[in-house]
Nanobody, 119 residues
Framework: VQLVESGGGLVQPGGSLRLSCAAS????????MAWYRQAPGKQRELVAA???????DYADSVKGRFTISRDNAKKTVYLQMNSLKPEDTAVYSC??????????????WGQGTLVTVSS
């Protein structure tokens, strides 16, 4: 199972970016998908999560600015980030609770993509 992220980069404060994370491999189904981030010198934190049914949860720091969504047919999760702030600068990683078989689950992580918010 692989998670491949894309969409990171450099953006000015107030700008927008959209991250994507596509899962591939031997996958029966995917439960919760999520985005985490880790800023330099800080612990990794949950940014947003979405269940297979579409229920979402957000960190307080990104509510109203970030939107998580998923396309189950494409096994892909997205993170639309608007009104970006310098404090959003971090390596963003996606996570998926992957069901390999009905009795075997797997914690999958992407390699991470750097988001830098700076003028």
């Amino acid at each position: 199972v692989q998670l491949v992220e894309s969409g990171g980069g450099l953006v000015q404060p107030g700008g927008s970016l959209r991250l994507s994370c596509a899962a591939s491999g031997s996958i029966f189904s995917i439960n919760t998908m999520a985005w985490y981030r880790q800023a330099p010198g800080k612990q990794r934190e949950l940014v947003a999560a979405i269940t297979a049914g579409g229920s979402t949860d957000y960190a307080d720091s990104v509510k109203g600015r970030f939107t998580i969504s998923r396309d189950n047919a494409k096994k892909t999760v997205y993170l639309q980030m608007n009104s970006l702030k310098p404090e959003d600068t971090a390596v963003y990683s996606c996570h998926a609770d992957v069901i390999i078989t009905p009795t075997h689950a797997f914690d999958a992580w992407g390699q991470g993509t750097l988001v830098t918010v700076s003028s």
